[in-house]
């Protein structure tokens, strides 16, 4: 049986070198970690009543103050927070916001567990970070808080201010900060803390 191992080796190489097949560079995620973990939503049975889902605060305060002008001030010795004066003088607009962000944060089935957490960079990339809490794990996520068009910009800009990260196949490798321009705008809070981040990077 040696000489027919040794043949069918020999034959495979030949082949190869026949078939001129070119070597090519594949992430395998077996020596670097992958900075994403893509998780999909039916599997943990939100409405079963077991599994518990939390939103920052501070993001449902924001969008009270944006979306429903909510901007008086509360009596501080009265209310612990605004958002606990909100929901006692104005109950029914409360759970209007809060039901709101929780359907946009599970409107798409697909969401994403990055490497590093970080609610305020997920928030200013235009995600809505929350967390799944169930019997078996703890799970910190982004949601894209929508769909129907390429999320991907998100992904990539909370990599590069979270972690100081790109991967070298995204569109911003290929595009550089145009790319991130043309989704949040030249302007936007995101585009300047990216553009922060190259200057401090080449001065360092």
């Not at 759970?95 to 990055?114: F, R, S, T």
């Not at 799944?132 to 794990?137: A, K, L, M, N, V």
């Amino acid at each position: 049986m040696q000489p027919f191992l040794v043949e069918v080796k020999l034959n495979t190489i030949n082949n190869l070198k026949r078939d001129k097949i070119m070597l090519s560079k594949q992430f395998s995620g077996i020596h670097i970690e992958a900075f994403y973990t893509k998780h999909y939503l039916p599997n943990y049975n939100l409405n079963d009543g077991e599994t518990d889902i939390s939103i920052p605060d501070f993001i449902l305060e924001n969008n009270l103050r944006e979306d429903y002008d909510i901007k008086l001030k509360y009596n501080t010795n009265k209310y612990d927070s605004f958002l606990d004066y909100v929901q006692d003088k104005y109950d029914v607009l409360y759970y209007e916001a809060k039901e709101l962000l929780e359907e946009d944060c599970l409107m798409y089935n697909y969401v994403y567990e990055p490497r590093i957490y970080d609610e305020e960079i997920a928030h200013l990339c235009r995600f809505i970070p929350f967390e799944i809490q169930t019997e078996d794990e703890d799970l910190q996520l982004l949601s894209f808080g929508g769909c129907g068009m390429d999320m991907t910009y998100k992904l990539e800009a909370y990599q590069l201010l979270a972690d100081g990260s790109y991967d070298e196949r995204s569109y911003f490798a290929e595009k550089g900060i145009s790319y991130f321009q043309y989704y949040y705008g030249k302007d936007s809070k995101v585009v300047k803390e990216i553009s922060k981040l190259f200057e401090n990077s080449k001065a360092a």
